[in-house]
């Protein structure tokens, strides 16, 4: 198994001033974490927090050798990634969700951080690059996850035994073609929660039949100020 990534430390306190004993950036990371858990109005159980570190400097290690995201700063993947995942959560509950598919997982956004706050949940997590499914079996073995399923597939090409409760997607591509490439594995009862960001008015006035939104949801994502959404959409038949 490959070895747990420590962060270095740093210098000196982010808010300034002097400390004999400057903070790790890992103590600063958790700190932060509290913080934006506590902007969502989510509350996590220790050890649900000590996975997102966890997965976290997973992301941040596999990143250097693997390119899994743009995003290099740990801190700015805290935000950008993690908090962001995480602002989806009251939707997925909203669904009375039991099974989730997360369509073009990448690094595992937003399927990893949901697995980690709802551990009920049964989370697949597809993507057509193999090296992103690599890195996420990692991640299940490291951090123990039995609820997510790392799956290599072109999602068109998916098929299941069941069809899942929500599909969510992350950035994934426009609502007409994310629509028609998981449109064979749902069915009336299925929600789709599409996360965009600036609100998409001009894929929203082209969505193809029997689809539908039900909810459009600007996301407060903690600390971060690009435009945040998530289109929630059904089938009317």
């Known amino acids: 198994m490959m070895a747990q990534p420590k962060f270095r430390a740093v210098s000196a306190l982010p808010s300034g001033g ?62 950008l990634h993690i908090l962001d995942s995480l602002s989806i959560v009251d939707l997925v509950l909203g669904t009375e969700a ?32 193999a090296k992103k499914i690599s890195f996420l079996q990692q991640v299940k073995t490291a951090l123990q996850l039995p609820n997510i399923i790392p799956q290599h597939a072109r999602i068109e090409a998916l098929t299941l035994a069941e069809k899942p409760t929500v599909i969510v997607s992350r950035a994934y591509a426009n609502l ?21 960001g600036i609100i998409p008015s001009d894929e929203l006035g082209a969505l193809p039949a029997p689809w539908h939104v039900t909810d459009l949801r ?20």
Not at 218 to 231: E, G, M, Q
């Open 98 to 129: 039991l099974d989730v598919l997360d369509v073009g997982t990448g690094a595992g956004l937003p399927g990893v951080p949901l697995a980690i706050a709802l551990p009920r949940l049964s989370i697949r997590l597809v993507d057509a690059v």
């Open 218 to 237: 600007v996301l407060d994502v903690p600390f971060v100020d690009a435009h945040r959404c998530a289109v929630v959409l059904r089938r009317a038949s």
């Open 18 to 79: 002097y400390s004999a004993e400057a903070p790790t950036l890992n103590e600063i990371l958790s700190h932060k974490l509290q913080e934006g858990l506590e902007s969502l109005g989510l509350s996590l159980a220790e050890n649900q927090k000590e996975l997102l570190i966890k997965y976290l400097a997973l992301l941040v290690q596999w990143n250097a050798t693997y390119n899994l995201t743009s995003v290099r700063d740990p801190t700015d993947m805290l935000t």
């Open 176 to 196: 007409t073609k994310m629509i028609l490439s998981v449109n064979h594995l749902a069915d009336r009862s299925t929600t789709i929660i599409a996360m965009k």
